[in-house]
């Protein structure tokens, strides 16, 4: 059974950082490629960021652009998205999914996200 477990939410002020991980677990990681998404209160949801299934290419939204980092490790079945200079806007809860593909497709699994909110 396939199962995504995020994890490193929190509340943060402006301008400060998070490091949420995604530990994947029930299918073989490295095949695939894995993204981050968020939903804000009260939207629908918005693609962050994706990385290929060896970690040579991400991509990323540009509302984050230059503010975050996906990485994974393939040896530890994880995948993670380091964010920076955190705004008000970035608020919401953040899910890892498994893309269908090594490099794109659509969602095969999603996790149960992690909340993150941005406030003084």
């Known amino acids: 059974q396939e199962r995504l477990v995020e994890s490193g939410g929190g509340l943060v002020q402006p301008g400060g950082s998070l490091r949420l991980s995604c530990a994947a677990s029930?299918?073989?990681?490295?095949?695939?490629?894995m993204s981050w998404v968020r939903q804000a209160p009260g939207k629908g949801l918005e693609w962050v960021s994706a990385i290929a299934s060896n970690g040579g290419v991400s991509t990323y939204g540009d509302s984050v652009k230059g503010r975050v980092t996906i990485s994974r490790d393939n040896d530890e079945n994880t995948v993670y998205l380091q964010m920076y200079n955190l705004k008000p806007e970035d608020t919401g809860i953040y899910y890892c999914a498994r893309v269908t593909g090594a490099s794109s497709g659509g969602v095969g699994s999603w996790g149960q996200g992690t909340q993150v909110t941005v406030s003084s």
């Open positions: 029930g299918f073989t990681f490295s095949r695939y490629a």
